[in-house]
């Protein structure tokens, strides 16, 4: 089983960016995928999530109108699209899958500054 984040770096405020998390291992389609974050000295944190069919969705107060979460299970991939990045956006960025089993990826870090 793998979870793969990608797509992380630095990005001025106001910018975007778009994070990827390949699966494989399992049934991917089965599974919730969210993203979560933890910046430093902070809790682990829900950012967003998708149900398995794709058709729910659920965002955290702090990035609602600003992140948007896909997935796409013929290429076993759920995404996070970010924008008007703000500084305190900054965090390790990871995702889960969930289903009987829940699996972590390794995390992709976003920093926003000037």
């Known amino acids: 089983v793998q979870l793969v984040e990608y797509g992380g770096g630095l990005v001025h405020p106001g910018g975007s960016l778009r994070l990827s998390c390949a699966a494989s291992g399992f049934a991917f389609s089965s599974y919730i995928m969210s993203w979560h974050r933890q910046a430093p000295g902070k809790e682990r944190e829900l950012v967003a999530s998708m149900s398995a069919d794709g058709r729910s969705t659920h965002y955290a107060d702090s990035v609602k109108g600003r992140f948007t979460i896909s997935r796409d299970n013929a290429k076993n991939t759920v995404y996070l699209e970010m924008d008007s990045l703000e500084p305190e956006d900054t965090a390790v960025y990871y995702c889960?899958?969930?289903?009987?089993?829940?699996?972590w990826g390794q995390g992709t870090q976003v920093t926003v500054s000037s």
């Open positions: 889960k899958a969930i289903r009987l089993q829940v699996y």
